[in-house]
Each structure stands twice: as C-alpha cells, then as structure tokens.
C-alpha cells in the first residue's frame, strides 16, 4: 500500500493510520524512528540537467535552497540516487519547486539500469511536498517523469529517500574473499586481470576493482575478468578485487597483484580503447554511469563477440571474419567490421595487431577480379573466392577506414605498410565504386556505365566520416565533393520522401536525375525502398559522423530520425520494430539489433533523449549476443563503441 500525502510528516500519517486499527501510538513511534535517512549526500544522475547549479547531487545535498532541474518542455525525465548498498525502502520524500511532476513513478533497482520495479505511481502530482510511503528494496531508487505539471521541467529542492540498510531480506552473510588474483595480461595503455570466483549464501552480483587502492569499477553478473584501459606506458600499478551481493554486503580484498604496462615504443597503440583522445562534438549524450563502467561493457561485448566471429579457418596466418547469416561464410562486409572494430580495440585486446595483420593478409590474399585493390565480396568454406569474385562497396569503405585506423595505432613501418594499403584502396573506390557522374556510391565495382544498377545506391554505405578520413589521407578534394552529395542526397530524401519520419530507404534510384527511393525490389528484396535490413545501419553511420564532426547536416538528419523513433516507441526501446515504410508503418513485428541499436547514435545528438538513449543502451545490455548472427552482433558492438565516445576519425 503507497500514501500520496501533502502537507502531513510521515509519522502524522502512521499514527492516524495505526491509530484507526486500534494500536497504539507507541507502536507508531517505534516504526518511525528506525527509518534512516539514506539519501543524503550519495551519488546521484539524472537524464539531463537545465544547466550549470542544477545537477543532480542538488537535491541529495541536504540543502532546500539548491535544487535538481532538467531541461525544460521534456518528457520524460528523471533523477537516481545511489544508495551505496542495498536497503529496504520505506518511504520517499520529494520536495517540489514550482517545475513539479503531474505523472511520475517511484522506482528501485539492485543495479541502477535493469529491472526497475516500480513502487509507486501516480497521475494526479500537483507540487509542493509529496511524502510517500512505499514498500521496496534496492541500491538504487529512480524518480521518473513521464508528465510535467508546468510547461517548464522537474525540478526537486530534495529528494529523501529513508529505509534501512540490509535489503530487508535478512542477508547479513559477506561473500568470500576473492582468490587468486593475476594480471593475465598487459599493454602499453591497459592491464588485464583476472580471478577465482567468490561464492556466497544467496549469489554473488558483482565485484569491485581498486587500483592503487582507490575503487575504480564495479562489474554486473558473475564474470571474473576486467580490463584497466587507458592506462599510462611503463607504468606499475596495483590491484585488489572485492566481491559484492544483492544485499550490499562486500568481501574482504583479494590479495593483491602488480602488473607494469609495456612501454610505449615498440608497436603499442597510439589510440589505446578507453583514452578518449578525440573529444566529440560539444553536446553530444552518453549512456548514463561511469566511464570506466561504460568502456567495460564495451570490452565485454567485444570478447564476446571476439570469440563467436573470429576465426582462423583456412590456414595460410588469416583471420577471418564468420557470417553464419550471410549468403556465403565470409564476406567483405564482415571483414571491413572486423577490421574497424580490432583497430578500434587495440589497447583492450593485447592481440589487436596480430589479428587485424591476418585480416589485412586474408583482404589482400582476395582481391577483386575487376580492381585488384578491392576486396572480392564473398568466400566459401575454403576460403576461396566465388560468386564472380569482384568487390562489394560497403566492406571496401570499411576496409580502408580500417586500415587508415591501423596505421595511427601502430604506424606503417611493420609488416604491412598500412597508410599505403588504405591510399591504394581508397583510389580504387574512387576510381571503380564511385559512379563519376553523380558522385553516388555504387554497389560495387561489377556496377558499371552499361548495367541496370549504374544510377543506384545503398544508403547505408554512405559513411561520411569515412569521406572525411579519405580526404584526409589523401588530400583529393573529390572526396569533399562526395560526401556533400551523399549528405545533400540523404537531406532531400528525408524531406521528399519521409518528412514525417526521416527514414532512408534501402536503395535509391535515378541517381543521375532526381533520387528517389526504389519502386519495389531493385537488387534484393520487395522492400528494397523502405526501411528494411540494410538502411537499418542508417541512423548510425549518419550519427557517427553527427557526434564527431558536429556538422549541422548530419546533426539534422540524425536529430529528425531520433526525434520520429522516439516518439513512435513512447521511450520504449523494446517497441523498436523490424522494419518501417517511409511513412513510419511497421512491416514486421519482433526486436533485433540491427534496429533498436543504432538509434542510439542518433539519439546521442538531442539533449532531451538522455533517458532514451539509456533505454536503448540498457535495451543492448540485456539482449545476449546472437552468436549465429554476425550482422546484428557487429552493429551492436559498433554502436556501443561509438556511444561510449570511443569512436574515433583517423
């Protein structure tokens, strides 16, 4: 039972109500005095913030002048607190300015981004003081708004939240002590560590990393491995691992282990994963917690998607990138990712370098039949090129985007000249993959002046940071010319053709008159001119280039997208479909990643979608890697890695 009370304290209320079954006061007296503050001074978030003096740590501050605010005509909205362990949660205080909230929920988690169990609700919020009594448990308890009651934002001068430490389920029982701490490994910017699992009488939920002796993560589940990115070359440092349960109790440390990180000379990463030397665009949003924690997560994915795609096959010192999902078992598209992402995670992975150098000598082991500098498109089981053995446009642009990445990590003076492999693949999309008289993509290099397809295009292989590091690399201007009309293309699309929505279709047509979506099944499907399994990638690769460029092109396409999805969805991530017309009608029912995942890009670009975009990353969270889909699991992986801020333009 929840009470919504104005005006009135807590123990007013639980006297009148003890007092109405016939017990007595004292009864009442004694109830009330075991509720502890718990709020005060912990860590709080919040979806956005009004600006500077309103942040969150405002309303826990112990202070009735101060306040939390968020940004104002938005919905919904919401502020967290930490409470440091878990407690049972007896009661909720908020504390109004004149921005209050008309329809909000009360809400708890054991580890603030899943399973949010509401313990109360109300439609009928009017301001001033809203001193709720609940019944409820966890670390962590949410204030979330879904309608204002002014025109302005939320705004809370306090939000106490009052209870008792120990879950309320009676585990007072610590976890073992962790065992068996190791460096399992090391590069110039990380540490790799792992340990023995602790046990404990209900279920162990996570484990706390310090370095030299501070605490700088906690991990979700059961895992017993964490990587330390963006650590400094020839540097010792220390480590302990404590193990934690649902009730907050925590281990003693584990015993403690030093590594030293590899010098920085010698081959290591310029750009380790987890160093964020490349600054987005001002504005841009992240997923909601910590740094640290959010590169973990993204170092987890990678190891598991790592470890389901990358495969060494065929002999020869290849690496190849499986499609279980595709047409035939390799396939450029896969080995364009594999080499964006192993470049990317160099630093995280001590053995990024030796798998992107087998990617680049499988590439260069199938070049294309019409240009030898493209990639052949597909391979069999033996690895041998078939299906006419010429080139696919999107797995090309990967490719030399993952080759200039290759060269700013490691430098070209190794075994592969990498800045001279990209300049030569670059050239050749230029020269066999770029239709010279529309400067629009073509599907590949088997595309040419006398066929059907010559005048048409696929959305989602406009990268247009890619564009930017090929200009970059090479100094042609052609490439700006390019990525203007790829990006004054998609602008006149969305406004010709989904004004309502922002949607691209999977193909365009007459690109030597007037653009348009195809009319029914050009190349692929019936669905080739809506919204289907290839423009998908879309609000990704346009939001890449929006969140690290901050070009006011990009920016309003991405915004238009996530503006549309947002509102279709009503902030659910799960209600992402397979699937849009142009007009916004869903075609298929079902949730994949390939869909829901890069909205999150696009997401990233409005500051009033903070709340979205942790729905979305929480929605990739909670969805276990597909290890027969190598399409929806690279997207993901590349989409978290861009939401995190760790995608960077060579």
């Not at 190349?523 to 001119?529: A, R």
């Not at 829901?596 to 670009?605: E, H, I, Q, R, S």
Request: proline letters at 3%; one cysteine or more; hydrophobic letters at 35%.
């Amino acid at each position: 039972m929840s009470y919504l009370l104005r005006g009135l304290t807590a123990a007013a209320v639980a006297t009148a109500l003890l007092a109405s079954t016939g017990l007595g006061s004292t009864a009442s007296t004694t109830a009330v005095a075991a509720e502890t503050l718990l709020s005060q001074g912990k860590p709080a978030t919040a979806s956005s913030i009004e600006g500077s003096g309103f942040e969150a740590a405002k309303a826990v501050d112990g202070n009735s002048s101060t306040r939390w605010a968020s940004v104002e005509a938005h919905d919904p909205e919401w502020i967290r607190v930490d409470l440091g362990a878990s407690a049972s949660i007896t009661r909720v205080k908020l504390n109004w300015e004149a921005a209050y909230g008309k329809t909000y929920k009360i809400q708890t988690s054991a580890d603030g981004s899943t399973g949010w169990t509401d313990v109360f609700s109300t439609s009928t919020g009017n301001g001033a003081i809203d001193d709720v009594t609940v019944s409820g448990s966890g670390r962590y308890v949410r204030v979330y708004g879904t309608a204002r009651g002014t025109a302005y934002g939320y705004s809370l001068f306090d939000l106490e939240v009052y209870g008792t430490t120990g879950g309320g389920s009676g585990d007072t029982t610590a976890p073992s002590t962790p065992s068996g701490l190791a460096a399992t490994g090391t590069t110039s910017s990380s540490v790799s560590l792992g340990w023995n699992a602790s046990t404990d009488n209900v279920g162990v939920t996570g484990y706390v990393i310090s370095r030299n002796g501070t605490e700088i993560a906690t991990t979700s589940g059961t895992g017993t491995t964490y990587t330390d990115t963006g650590r400094a070359a020839s540097t010792t440092y220390t480590y302990t691992v404590k193990a934690r349960d649902a009730a907050g109790n925590t281990s003693g440390a584990s015993n403690t282990v030093s590594a030293t990180t590899q010098a920085g000379s010698g081959g290591g990463p310029a750009v380790p994963f987890g160093s964020h030397q490349f600054p987005y665009a001002a504005g841009m949003l992240k997923p909601s917690g910590s740094q640290a924690t959010l590169d973990q997560k993204v170092i987890d994915y990678y190891n598991q998607w790592k470890a389901a795609f990358v495969k060494q096959n065929c002999g020869n010192g290849w690496y190849q990138i499986i499609s279980p999902d595709a047409d035939h078992p390799y396939v450029a598209e896969a080995q364009g990712y594999g080499m964006v992402i192993t470049a990317t995670m160099a630093g995280a992975d001590p053995n990024a370098k030796t798998i992107f150098d087998g990617l680049t000598k499988y590439m260069l082991a199938h070049p294309s039949v019409h240009n030898s500098n493209l990639l052949a498109a597909e391979q069999n089981t033996s690895c041998q090129s078939v299906n006419g053995s010429d080139s696919a446009t999107d797995g090309d642009m990967d490719v030399a985007y993952g080759l200039l990445l290759a060269d700013k990590q490691w430098g070209s003076a190794g075994t592969y000249n990498y800045k001279q492999l990209a300049i030569n693949h670059i050239n050749a999309i230029k020269a066999s993959e770029v239709n010279p008289n529309t400067n629009l993509l073509l599907f590949g290099d088997w595309s040419t002046s006398g066929d059907a397809t010559y005048n048409m295009s696929r959305t989602s292989d406009w990268m247009i940071d890619h564009f930017r590091a090929f200009k970059n690399a090479t100094g042609n201007a052609a490439w700006d010319t390019i990525r203007a009309k790829h990006q004054s293309v998609t602008t006149s699309l969305q406004n010709n053709y989904a004004a309502s929505t922002g949607l691209l279709p999977d193909f365009v047509i007459n690109g030597n008159t007037t653009p348009k979506p195809a009319t029914g099944q050009v190349l692929e499907d019936p669905n080739d001119g809506s919204f289907w399994w290839n423009a998908c990638r879309d609000p990704w690769r346009i939001g890449a280039d929006a969140v690290t460029s901050g070009d006011s092109a990009s920016l309003a396409s991405a915004r238009k997208l996530n503006t549309w999805i947002k509102t279709k969805t009503g902030g659910n991530a799960n209600n992402v479909a397979i699937g849009y017309k142009l007009n916004g009608t869903q075609i298929s029912s079902g949730s994949d990643p390939s869909y829901f995942a890069p909205f999150a890009v696009a997401a990233m670009t409005d500051s009033g979608s903070q709340a979205w975009l942790d729905a979305l990353w929480n929605k990739m969270l909670a969805t276990p890697i597909a290890t027969d889909s190598y399409y929806a699991a690279s997207i993901q992986l590349q989409v978290m890695i861009t939401a995190t801020h760790n995608h960077w333009v060579p």
